[in-house]
């Protein structure tokens, strides 16, 4: 059976999603406190595994490196070797993305796509993100600049993050969608917090896998490209320049289009969705590699498949009277 | 105006009309008896006949094409046929290719510029032929200088739409713009028929151009096979009979074509000779009834597997890739369907039409390349020495031959291209 | 003999012990340190769940409708008496251990504290490998922590130096039970200050620890979601003081053994006052962030020169040996306090309502824009010559 990428990816989405928020139930499921997505540890008990970002905040903020090292390796030994398919397949939040992609669609409504001077304007968002998430929790160890406001921005970029307001819902946990009065500082971060989580429930309806641009995770995750196992390439001399990687690509990468010398292109935006792949018309111009090996390719005949899988009501008539037309030329000549 | 001058339009119109049947019947007539025409040519030439040659339908010259629908002329590759089918209305492609047709467009139009315009406007000047009439509404893109005076100099005729193509793609204020376009043509396509698209139309249209655009890649595969089943002239004929048809009958008869081809194929049936040269037929395009570069190349013993004319091999072949069928996400993948693969020269920077050469050499396994320029066709002129200097590189012998629609050079150029196609079969014999 | 215990915070520190750890057992001292102790604890196997800890165990039973029958089913004989070696998993107690055959067989009394303070007897239910308490006889009142004490008669043996002794083993420890309101809701809060007793009836448990800590684990926020229930615990590294009574009276100079199910043990010395303080050690977690850090045993022994009589035996001193569990719970991490969610609903309606009402705007604006733009019609000229 033939399946197409795309319902891969939301099987695969799927199912990390119920395992990632759900799996506690299972006695001893856990997948491990260093896991390079963004699988909310505020959904407590039920969750299967951590997202590493919360861990490196505490250590830093405790300045407790015993177990730093090993866990570090192994953060990085899972993203050299799924690479930024974390993001694309793994990810709950984006699954949480993806359906209300998925709502847009149903309710046919169009999407927007930012202009290349936003988005170069909004990259340094997610710099930012990261900056919060390392240095302010450093800056939290006992005796520093914000020590006195430890118990508050202990993990200061959870507190911004949206998927710590969204993801636990899913466990009829409601409150997290609080302000908590404890301190100004709190106040400040969690208010913040909201207003992040609510603008990037309107954001994901309008644009596609709107969180992504903006955040850490990735930003960590992409930084890493060159070195993990999965890539994608691109044989410049097949690509007819048709642009219909970009228009399908959610991130809006043009690069991937442009790209005239080097084969390659996994962007630090990318997802690797593969839809680029599953779109591209021509053969053999992109392709997903593990290990150097092709696991994906983009084919001629695997674009028109899918436009043709439903053929027009006139074509039938057509063909009938074109034979019936041609065989009375025949008969004429 | 006096009577005189009116009946003397009038008999210059005979005249003109009557030497354009004549030529292109002839025309017709010879390619239908040639030997190792696929059987099933018969639909296309039938196309071109009702077309160009009315009262050899039968019944007389059809007095209404399409009735109930509007037809919409084009000219150029860039315009939206997606959206003109969505609308309920016919494209039709009015690029003119008629020796005739240029010699009445003289009257309109100075003698150095490129044939087409020439024809065009000659044809819709005199009325030569019922279908440059019978638009509705003609869309012309504003790709290269002709083009742009054909369109003010079409409205004294008919409805024009002039279609602003970004000449520097890469620029994204360009390609906005360009979107822009393509929603002001759609709301006048609206206005014109009255029938509002949306985007199931859209979707629907979208898909009945994607099988069309299936069979032309079909075809295009079929050619790049190592031993050559069909002549370039009739593929190439085949394909140009689209500016006529319409979609759906030109896709069913396509199909069959295709499966014709295909068990020519797996038969062993070769069109030409064992050592006849594979060639590549670039530049300007040669537009029915100028058909005497294919017919001439392949009389001297070579074969056209592949072009990169815009009314042959580029006309269907870039496809719209959208993942939803929300309209905006349609008309954007439209938008860039129509300019951003598009190799034109009407295009600066063209560099994307030397990679899809350098792609067609090595596909096709080309042994040379005939560039041909038509006379006034300053764009594909000017990226002659490009193109000479690439296929340097690939070690291909490039012939360039400058011509317009006028019959009376075929002597001269049958010399040329004899020694040419020679040329290349001995140097495809030692390379071997 | 020696006794190695790796604790598995750390596992550089190796303690070596000594082998007269009298104080780890209540019963008897043996060649082999022995964790051999009685106490009272809510049941680890409860209606075929297995063992694995409380958290999990609370955690299922919070929320749903199978939750709640565990509930009712653990209030109604929630509390067990063990006895066995401590360190190991406890979940039936081990019918070979020569504690659990005096268990058995012993005179056994147990006893509930109301709230306020009226004590009243139950009754214990014997079943293979278990002795189940019945936390709710009638007459018991459940707004808010009921204590239970027992005793059990240990007897005439051989103590160390060859006389005789007789043995006496008290336990104590916190039924949990709460009666929900009549409107439903739980009558405890944050706010609610727990009273500081202990079991308290000298007369009928002699030697008893008491903790002198009131605080109440986050029975608000995210936890009180699940279980709802005032708990009595220790909270992990922060100091817990308890008292040592005897006769009611503090027992200064008192060696209390300290253990844990984490592994970690410690001995300490009661003061004059009879307090003693332990900071319990966070529990190191595989990863996840559990609520509980263990379980923390007290054991205490007295020995009194008093001679006597049982039952036909002579006895020249007579010890007490008393034993307290209390749960440890890791520190509060996750900042769940002083919440309020309906300011948090307003901002997220706010953000989400003002976010739409833009993106509506632009589109609407965006859509008439390109609905009102057609192309450009050239004029005809109006001085034609056409050819017709």
Redesign the interface.
């Known amino acids: 059976m033939r399946w197409r990428v795309s319902t891969l990816r939301w099987v695969s989405l799927t199912v990390a999603f119920v395992i990632l928020t759900f799996g506690g139930w299972v006695h001893r499921c856990w997948l491990g406190q260093f896991l390079p997505t963004l699988s909310c540890k505020y959904v407590l008990w039920t969750r299967a595994g951590d997202c590493y970002l919360w861990h490196i905040q505490r250590v830093l903020q405790n300045a407790d490196f015993d177990e730093l090292l090993p866990e570090l390796m192994f953060f990085f030994l899972l993203i050299l070797l799924l690479g930024k398919s974390w993001c694309g397949w793994i990810c709950p939040f984006g699954f949480c993305m993806d359906l209300l992609d998925a709502f847009r669609r149903r309710l046919r409504m169009g999407y927007v796509t930012f202009s290349d001077a936003l988005n170069r304007q909004l990259a340094w968002i997610k710099w930012v993100m990261l900056f919060i998430m390392l240095v302010v929790p450093l800056l939290c160890i006992e005796g520093c600049v914000l020590s006195e406001y430890r118990r508050d921005l202990n993990v200061p970029f959870c507190q911004l993050c949206p998927a710590r307001y969204i993801t636990p819902l899913f466990n009829d946990m409601w409150n997290q969608l609080a302000v908590s009065f404890r301190s100004g500082a709190s106040v400040l971060m969690t208010v913040l917090g909201l207003a992040i989580t609510g603008l990037f429930l309107v954001g994901a309806l309008v644009k596609r896998r709107f969180w992504c641009q903006f955040c850490p995770m990735g930003l960590i995750v992409g930084l890493c490209r060159k070195l993990s196992l999965l890539k994608l390439k691109k044989d410049c001399d097949a690509c007819t320049r048709c642009g219909i990687c970009n228009t399908v690509c959610p991130m809006d990468i043009k690069e991937v289009h442009l790209e005239r010398k080097r084969s390659d292109v996994t962007h630090q935006d990318c997802i690797l969705c593969m839809r680029c792949i599953e779109y591209c018309p021509e053969d053999h111009a992109l392709r997903a590699t593990f290990c150097g090996k092709t696991i994906y390719e983009a084919s001629q005949k695997g674009f028109f498949a899918r436009e043709r899988s439903r053929p027009s009501d006139t074509l039938e008539k057509s063909v009938d009277a074109t034979t019936a037309s041609s065989s009375g030329n025949d008969h004429a000549k | 105006?006096p009577n005189e001058l009116?009946e003397e339009?009038k008999k210059r119109?005979a005249r003109f009309g009557w030497a354009l049947e004549q030529v292109t019947r002839r025309l017709l007539d010879d390619l239908s008896v040639e030997d190792h025409i696929p059987k099933?040519m018969?639909?296309f030439l039938?196309i071109l006949r009702q077309a160009f040659v009315p009262s050899a339908a039968g019944e007389g010259p059809k007095t209404e094409l399409y009735p109930g629908r509007k037809v919409i002329g084009t000219y150029c590759v860039m315009t939206p046929e997606e959206l003109i089918y969505a609308a309920g209305a016919v494209p039709v492609r009015l690029c003119g290719g008629s020796h005739e047709a240029a010699a009445a467009g003289d009257e309109f139009v100075p003698r150095d510029i490129c044939p087409v315009v020439r024809s065009a406007v000659g044809a819709t000047?005199?009325?030569l032929l019922p279908i440059y009439r019978r638009c509705d509404a003609v869309v012309v893109p504003t790709t290269c200088d002709s083009k742009r005076k054909l369109?003010?100099l079409l409205?004294?005729?008919t409805?024009?739409?002039?279609?602003e193509v970004p000449h520097i793609k890469e620029a994204?204020r360009s390609r906005?713009q360009w979107l822009?376009q393509i929603?002001?043509?759609k709301?006048?396509l609206e206005?014109l028929t009255g029938k509002k698209i949306g985007?199931k139309e859209l979707r629907?249209a979208t898909?009945?151009i994607?099988?069309a655009?299936?069979q032309a890649?079909r075809l295009h595969?079929l050619r790049k096979a190592d031993m050559p089943v069909v002549f370039g002239k009739h593929a190439m004929l085949a394909m140009n009979a689209y500016a006529f048809a319409e979609v759906?009958?030109w896709?069913?008869?396509m199909?069959?074509f295709n499966d014709e081809i295909e068990g020519r194929l797996m038969a062993g049936q070769r069109a030409g000779h064992t050592q006849a040269p594979r060639l590549l037929l670039a530049g300007s395009p040669a537009i029915f009834p100028n058909w005497k570069l294919p017919q001439l190349i392949e009389e001297m013993g070579g074969v056209i597997v592949a072009d990169e004319s815009c009314v042959a091999d580029r006309y269907l072949?870039?496809?719209?890739?959208?993942?939803?069928?929300?309209?905006?996400?349609m008309m954007?993948?439209l938008a860039?369907?129509l300019i951003?693969?598009c190799t034109c020269p009407s295009f600066s920077p063209n560099?994307?039409r030397l990679?899809?050469l350098?792609?067609l050499v090595?596909e096709f396994k080309i042994s040379g390349v005939i560039y041909h320029v038509l006379k006034g066709c300053l764009i594909y002129d000017f990226e002659v020495g490009r193109v000479e200097k690439l296929m340097k590189e690939l070690s291909v012998p490039v012939l360039r031959v400058e011509t317009d629609y006028n019959p009376e050079d075929i002597e001269q150029l049958r010399t040329r291209i004899e020694a040419f196609v020679e040329m290349t079969r001995v140097r495809a014999k030692s390379e071997r | 003999m020696t006794c190695i215990v790796c604790h598995p915070m750390n596992i550089t520190k190796i303690t070596i012990r000594g082998v007269t750890l009298w104080a780890i057992a209540c019963f008897g001292v043996s060649a082999r340190g022995q964790d051999d102790a009685i106490w009272l604890a809510p049941p680890m196997r409860a209606f075929g769940f297995g063992s694995g800890n409380l958290s999990r165990e609370r955690s299922r039973s919070g929320s749903g409708e199978g939750g709640q029958t565990n509930e009712v089913a653990r209030r109604r004989g929630t509390m067990a008496l063990y006895a066995g070696k401590f360190l190991q998993v406890p979940g039936e107690s081990d019918p070979s251990n020569s504690l659990w055959r005096v268990v058995q067989s012993g005179a056994l009394s147990v006893w509930i504290r109301n709230p306020d303070g009226r004590i009243i007897d139950t009754d214990v239910k014997r079943e293979r490998g278990m002795v189940s308490v019945n936390c709710l006889p009638a007459g018991v009142v459940s707004n808010g922590v009921n204590w239970v004490g027992m005793h059990l008669e240990g007897g005439v043996r051989d103590g160390a130096g060859g006389e005789k002794e007789r043995v006496h083993y008290y336990a104590t420890g916190i039924a949990r039970s709460v009666s929900r309101g009549a409107n439903g809701g739980s009558p405890f809060t944050t706010q609610t200050p727990l009273p500081v007793t202990g079991f308290g009836d000298a007369e009928r448990v002699v030697l008893e620890i008491v903790p002198l800590f009131t605080n109440t684990s986050s029975s608000s926020g995210q936890f009180s979601q699940m279980a709802p229930m005032a708990r009595l615990g220790q909270t992990a590294l922060e100091e817990s003081r308890l008292r040592v009574l005897f006769h009611g009276q503090p027992l200064a100079g008192a060696r209390v053994e300290i253990l844990s199910n984490s592994g970690w043990r410690t001995q300490t010395q009661a003061d004059e006052d009879g307090v003693f303080t332990v900071i319990p050690p966070a529990r190191k977690t595989d990863g996840r962030e559990r609520r509980s850090a263990g379980q923390c045993l007290y054991l205490v022994q007295h020995r009194e020169a008093l001679p006597g009589n049982f039952q036909g035996e002579g006895y020249s001193s007579v010890l007490h040996c008393a034993s307290l569990l209390l749960s440890v719970q890791n520190p509060q991490t996750l900042g769940m306090e002083t919440r309020s969610a309906p300011a948090g609903y307003q901002w997220l309606a706010v953000t989400i309502v003002g976010g739409m009402v833009l993106v509506a705007m632009l589109a609407l604006f965006h859509q008439l824009r390109r609905r009102r733009e057609t192309m450009v019609t050239f004029d005809q000229r109006r001085m034609t010559e056409t050819p017709e």
């Open positions: 105006m009116v339009q119109k099933r018969d639909y039938n000047a005199f009325d369109g003010e409205a004294d005729f409805k024009v739409w002039m279609l994204e906005l822009e929603y002001a043509i709301n006048s206005k985007s629907s898909r009945r994607a099988q655009q299936y890649r595969t759906d009958e896709t069913a008869a199909t069959a072949y870039d496809p719209v890739g959208t993942t939803e069928g929300t309209m905006t996400e954007r993948a860039a369907r951003m693969p560099e994307d990679y899809r350098r792609y090595k």
